[in-house]
């Protein structure tokens, strides 16, 4: 139990495209969904939370602009990279969880690459 | 500010010892801790938690042990297998107050030598 499956796995477009990643909680209802940002060898950095129906509550130092969160569903969450430039390249992974004192679970992740 | 350290970046151990992976927190507010598994190009996943309430958990082969006078958390796994073999993340969250959100520490790569 407690898949959650995220797409695509792997994305490599032109610098100013737009990129949404979809994450789905495929065996449970998701009340809370999060997006993390990883760097190479580094830890997982949260960049926002969404709870369904409500808009987003994202990190200091994110721009909510540039990383258009919609969560219109109990099972999916949609992360839309606007104008992606080279350095919006990373890999971003999103997670979701049922109640609050439940752990969170995570998608495979979605290597961006911004040429 | 680091509110969750893991200050061991790697760590080998031999097939069939104990692997011990340490993490301390800062944040007296945290009530929830986990760790999470990673392979490269996936994303974590789960294997155990505690509340603060409790000093042990246990789960199979896992183990996790909290000193909340320290603010420090353990991973103990045994016996070790090479399957082990991954980065390890402890997570440290307040339910309470913090609204559950999740903050990882650095990681720590096991490697499990046949």
């Known amino acids: 139990g407690a898949v959650v499956s995220q797409h695509p796995s792997r994305v490599i477009c032109k610098s100013g495209t737009s990129v949404k990643i979809e994450c789905r909680s495929l065996?449970?209802?998701?009340?809370?969904m999060f997006w993390y940002r990883q760097f190479p060898k580094q830890s997982l950095m949260l960049m926002a939370t969404s709870n369904e129906g409500s808009k987003a509550t994202y990190e200091q130092g994110v721009e909510k602009d540039k990383f258009l969160i919609n969560h219109a569903s109990l099972t999916l969450s949609t992360l839309t990279v606007t104008s992606a430039h080279p350095e919006d390249s990373s890999f971003y992974i999103c997670?979701?969880?049922?109640?609050?004192?439940?752990?969170?679970?995570f998608g495979d992740g979605t290597r961006l690459s911004i040429l | 500010d680091q509110q969750v350290k893991q200050n061991s970046p790697s760590l080998s151990v031999q097939e069939g010892r104990i692997s011990i992976l340490n993490c301390d927190y800062t944040n007296s507010m945290f009530d929830y801790f986990l760790w999470y598994k990673k392979y490269p190009a996936e994303g974590p996943t789960f294997l155990i938690s505690?509340?603060?309430?409790?000093d042990k958990n246990e789960d199979g082969r896992f183990t996790v042990f909290l000193n909340k006078s320290a603010k420090h958390l353990s991973l103990h796994i045994v016996p070790s297998q090479p399957g082990d073999s991954a980065v390890y993340f402890c997570a440290a969250s307040g339910v309470r107050n913090q609204g559950g959100k999740l903050i990882f520490g650095q990681g720590t790569e096991l490697s499990v030598k046949p």
């Open positions: 997670s979701a969880r049922d109640q609050i004192d439940q752990p969170q679970h």
């Open positions: 065996d449970f209802q998701a009340t809370t």
């Open positions: 505690i509340s603060s309430i409790k």
